[in-house]
């Protein structure tokens, strides 16, 4: 009762108040009484208008242990497709994501990181860190299970609820540059090959107009002659630029897949008949093998043209000791299309197989540069095909021929 009066202490005293000025003004004692005793019992007997809650004191948070510290640190790197280890002071392994297992194998928890990764130099920036706790990084290159090549970055772990000296951690990424670097290389690589296939015509020209210039300016024969090779020369380069303009018009576009049917059928017929000429002069028979109908794929004519002109020609040329070429046309339900083009020549040994497709890339320089070759053929046909989401697949055997299948 005495818990409920205080509650209701502020309407008591006010009840009261107007009791006392009832009586002031000369209201019936009688009546001013029994009103107030009326309001004392409706206050106390009725529920109270403002309710106390009494708010449990909130216990102190229990400090983290260096455990849940290292799951709250490694949580939002464990879906990373990026190799993470998480070290401690002694550079053991505490904690791995699953890109690490599949970059170098699992590392024993616990263990020391040269377990699996044995680099002086990386070891050296690890324990840098580890002693001057500054964030350092390296490039770090892996030959097996494949060449790899990271830029690897040691850092220290932030953590304020942890001892820094005692219990300090140190998170160890490895960011792969590998494809960068072949880039790179494939670019360098192609800065030089055009540069050394342009000198060697534009070296010739300039040896044959000085020639005609000088000792050859009164000799009809020889300025004919002289003439003939700087024509092939400069036909040689200009196959050369219009290839290297190909290759860079296909590059810009290789993410557009076409969306046109074109029928392989009359195509293949059209190209046959192009270089029935060619297949004339090198003595070759170009047999086409198709089905009766229409086989459609989605593609760019003329870029599919192209492809074929160039594995067509190429047998001709380089299979020409088989005397003919044979283009099969294969279609199935359910089955994938494909071109098929054959030749009874030489063959190409198995190490060149994997680079026929890379810019110049030739088996036998001599003979590709006989034969009017720029060795940008396969690499534009590569080209082709990715952008049609199709596949090259070159299958040879030496002395007994090859194949060039296109899979659509």
Not at 123 to 133: H, K, P, Q, S
Not at 162 to 170: M, W, Y
Request: charged share 25%; glycine share 6%.
């Amino acid at each position: 009762m005495a818990v409920r009066l205080r509650q209701e202490s502020a309407i008591l005293v006010l009840a009261t108040l107007i009791a006392v000025l009832a009586l002031v003004e000369g209201i019936s004692t009688g009546a001013v009484f029994w009103i107030w005793v009326i309001v004392m019992i409706v206050t106390l007997i009725r529920p109270p208008l403002v309710e106390r809650v009494e708010v449990p004191s909130q216990a102190e948070p229990a400090p983290a242990d260096a455990q849940t510290l290292l799951r709250t640190a490694f949580a939002g790197l464990a879906a990373l497709d990026m190799p993470v280890l998480i070290i401690d002071r002694e550079a053991s392994v505490l904690v791995q994501n699953m890109a690490v297992e599949k970059a170098f194998g699992a590392f024993p928890i616990g263990a020391h990181i040269s377990s699996k990764l044995r680099s002086p130099g990386l070891l050296d920036m690890v324990r840098e860190t580890i002693a001057t706790n500054a964030p350092n990084q390296i490039e770090h290159s892996e030959r097996l299970p494949s060449e790899r090549v990271y830029v690897v970055r040691i850092a220290p772990i932030d953590l304020p609820e942890i001892d820094r000296q005692e219990d300090a951690l140190f998170l160890l990424s490895f960011r792969d540059i590998s494809e960068l670097r072949h880039i790179d290389r494939m670019r360098s690589d192609f800065v030089a090959n055009a540069s050394h296939e342009l000198r060697t015509p534009l070296a010739s020209l300039r040896g044959f107009i000085e020639t005609i210039q000088g000792p050859a300016k009164a000799d009809p024969k020889a300025q004919q002659r002289f003439l003939g090779i700087m024509f092939d020369q400069t036909t040689r380069m200009s196959r050369l630029v219009d290839d290297l303009l190909s290759l860079s018009r296909l590059e810009l576009k290789s993410h557009i897949a076409p969306d046109q049917k074109v029928d392989l059928v009359p195509l293949l017929g059209h190209v046959r008949d192009s270089l029935l000429p060619l297949a004339g002069d090198l003595d070759v028979s170009i047999n086409l093998h198709l089905p009766v109908g229409k086989v459609e794929v989605l593609g760019d004519r003329d870029e599919l043209v192209q492809v074929f002109e160039n594995l067509i020609e190429n047998a001709c040329k380089y299979g020409q000791e088989g005397k003919s070429v044979e283009v099969s046309l294969l279609s199935g339900a359910g089955q994938a299309v494909e071109v098929v083009v054959s030749d009874k020549g030489p063959g190409i040994p198995a190490e060149h197989v994997p680079r026929l497709t890379e810019r110049f890339y030739r088996v036998n320089v001599e003979d590709s540069r006989s034969k009017k070759g720029t060795g940008l053929g396969l690499a534009i046909v590569k080209h082709i095909l990715t952008r049609h989401r199709a596949r090259l697949i070159v299958k040879s055997e030496v002395g007994k021929g090859t194949d060039f299948t296109v899979r659509f």
